[in-house]
């Protein structure tokens, strides 16, 4: 008897253990996005707004972006105007493992976001193939949601079926970012218009001593690529025949231009800049690089002086061009594709929410270097919310004069295989930098890699 | 089943099973039922997106697709020179270490301590700073190569030529410690008989190294290479922070391209057949060892 007491109680012990266990481990889970989500002086006041009944709806709303530079602020007054709708921002990285965990948590059953961002074409037309995201048509019409009027549908992807599955919440604009000092030094002004050729002229003029004259991020960009998108900024990776576009002159000139700049050191050469992990704000705003091709984005940087102390202005002039007369704006477009989730249970709520952030919401990111892609958005008021305080770092004229041109964007909707083709175009530039393969060759390889690449994914 | 209840033994035992049983179902549901699901995986094509709707069978083909994949053969190529140049060089000098350590020497402890620090340091902070020790035009390493005179100093991490060996150098410098304290572990195991009688018999000190020291620390050398090997087949982390598997692919090796197939390219099914076959390859190895021990001990 005795043992037999013994035994049911060590299983009862061990059963204990074992929920115990598993509960601690749930909790583990929610803490991160519950700490994220309610800033402490918040949460008093959010437990008082709920309604009687108690039956406010949470939605879970994913994003990319580090919540304290604007989603945080965002969700906050939204939570503070609808009490009965709550919505709890959760930041996910931005980079494959980050993308991976966002996609198993759309899976799962619980936990799975009702609202999320996908950033570029290539994960969101595999996010709609799979059958991820609900076709939005319906729900924007319920809403009233004047999608001509705010985004312009022409800046929205249209998918085989004709419906919306996404609505674009930032509008990125693509920028040469030029040290003003540096740039005054050598006699000379921001460009309004100008080829590939002048941009290396002026690189290398500005190629003084300690400083280079240009830089890239080799994570986010490289010369090929930038080029081939002022040629041909619909689908650049893809020939009108339906091949690889690897062959085309633009790009031979783009990934041509790199390399001359690398001999002859006015550029970090690509293998370093990819060992050393540079980024494009921490060479131009400690003064190692005097212009970088990159985005408005910087700005959030640019004023940020504590991790990156300088004194000079940044000047903004638009990107060089293939073609002359052209205005096409690489790393710029639309971007922050919201989607929501098909098995989201409050569809209605989180359309309610999407059409608020995208009419008025999303200006609460603009502080962070996010441009909101309504076009009802009032241009100088993002000008100066983008300046803030630090005129004395922002070239405002230039800056204006970029905000308010007129652009075509790059855009990648149809093509397809796109992690795989930008693997092969990114290899094969690494051996014609490193000097493993001239450039004849490389041209030949990438073309040759990219069409089976191609052929392969439509069987 | 009262007659069962009965029985004493049955009753232990099931105390037993239900003490280990909050840590045995954690390793069912977290290592064992993974490993069965991706020997399960090796098999189908996974469209990881769809969720588990989008398994198909496709029988051997991940294992026919292995041969004309060139980064999987150059991962091969680059793993197998990992191993054979760092494991060596990690017990060689780990030996040599600890013999200098175990007679006296000023500060032993700190020195000590001082070697074991990197193989209890994070490797991911480890790997920072190495690659920017190793940065080719302001890292310090080359600095001091052209203080000596060296104007064209190796690229480290940023050439195809050396990448390899940067990451090697650096890994031999964390596995250094812990074969030292392995090996001074095993030295206390030998007795002080041996040396006397061999200098009795006026045996110098490097004889007695190589005919005492050596053969009597085999069974020390042996768990060191193991672990060494093992290790040294699935290191991930200082690729993954420092190269990503460049320059021209001359870092990919096998734990890091299966990482890249997984995450990057949701080829999980792939990448499910190439860990296997990396599993396949430490398990010959261990396997190998595992025999040839056997016949060394038969010398004891």
Known sequence: ?459 | MRQLWRRASFRENLAGYLFILPNLSGYFLFVLLPILFSLYLVFNDWEYLKGFSGISWVGLDNFKALGSDPKFLKALQNNTIFTVVSVPASIILGLVLAVILNKHVYFKNTLRTLIFLPYVSSLVAVSVIWSIMYRASDGPINQVLRNFGISHPPGWLSSPDSALFAIIIMSVWVTIGYAMVIYLAGLQGISKDLYEASEIDGASKLRQFFRITVPMLTPTTFLIAITLIIWSFQVFGPVAVMTQGGPIDSTMVLSYHIYLLAFRYYKMGYAAAVSWVLFAIIFVVTLIQWQSQKRWQQHF
């Open chain 1, 1 to 459: 008897m005795k043992k037999a007491f013994s035994a049911s109680a060590s299983f009862v012990l061990a059963i204990s253990l074992l929920l115990s266990g598993c509960g601690k481990g749930g909790n583990n889970e929610e803490s991160p996005a519950a700490s994220a989500s309610a800033s402490p002086s918040e949460s008093a006041s959010e437990a008082s707004a709920l309604p009687a009944d108690g039956k406010a709806i949470t939605l879970k709303f994913w994003g990319g972006v580090p919540p304290e530079s604007g989603p945080q602020n965002v969700v906050d007054t939204w939570n503070k105007a609808n009490p009965d709708i709550q919505v709890e921002y959760t930041r996910y990285v931005n980079d494959d493992p980050g993308n991976l965990k966002l996609e198993t948590a759309l899976l799962s059953n619980t936990d799975a976001p009702d609202l999320f961002m996908t950033y570029g074409d290539d994960r969101m037309t595999k996010r709609q193939e799979a059958g991820m995201t609900e076709p939005l048509d319906d729900l924007i019409a319920q809403a009233g949601f004047d999608v001509d009027g705010i985004i312009g549908s022409e800046n929205i992807k249209k998918f085989p079926d004709g419906k919306y599955y996404y609505l674009p919440a930032n509008k990125n604009i693509g920028a040469v970012l030029i040290n003003m000092t540096a740039l005054e030094a050598a006699g000379e002004k921001i460009p309004a218009s100008w080829s590939w050729d002048e941009f290396a002229a002026l690189a290398t003029k500005l190629n003084k001593g300690e400083m280079k004259g240009t830089t890239l991020d080799p994570a986010l960009s490289t010369f090929g690529d930038l080029v081939l998108q002022t040629a041909k900024a619909k689908d650049s990776y893809i020939a009108e025949d339906g091949k690889s576009n690897f062959n085309s002159p633009a790009l031979k000139k783009g990934m041509e231009l790199q390399k001359s700049l690398e001999d002859q050191g006015i550029m970090m050469k690509y293998s370093e800049a990819v060992a050393g992990k540079i980024t494009v704000q921490n060479e131009l705003l400690t003064g190692k690089a005097a212009m970088s091709a990159s985005q408005i984005y910087i700005i959030r940087y640019i004023k940020d002086v504590q991790n990156f102390p300088h004194d000079f202005k940044i000047g903004f002039a638009p990107y060089p061009q293939f073609t002359a007369g052209g205005n096409v704006n690489p790393g710029g477009g639309m971007g922050d594709y919201m989607s929501i989730n098909k098995n989201s249970k409050n569809k209605e709520a989180v359309m309610k929410f999407m059409s608020w952030y995208l009419q008025e919401g999303n200006m609460g990111m603009t502080p962070g270097g996010r441009i909101p892609s309504s076009k009802k958005a009032d241009a100088a008021q993002i000008a100066s919310i983008l300046i803030g305080e630090d005129k004395n770092l922002i070239d405002e004229e230039s800056l204006k004069a970029m905000l308010a041109g007129s652009y075509t964007f790059p855009t990648s909707y149809d093509v397809p295989v796109p992690t795989e083709l930008k693997a092969v175009y990114r290899e094969e530039l690494e051996k014609y930098l490193l000097g493993a393969q001239p450039i004849d060759k490389a041209v030949e390889t990438m073309k040759s890699r990219g069409d089976s690449t191609i052929q392969g994914a439509k069987k």
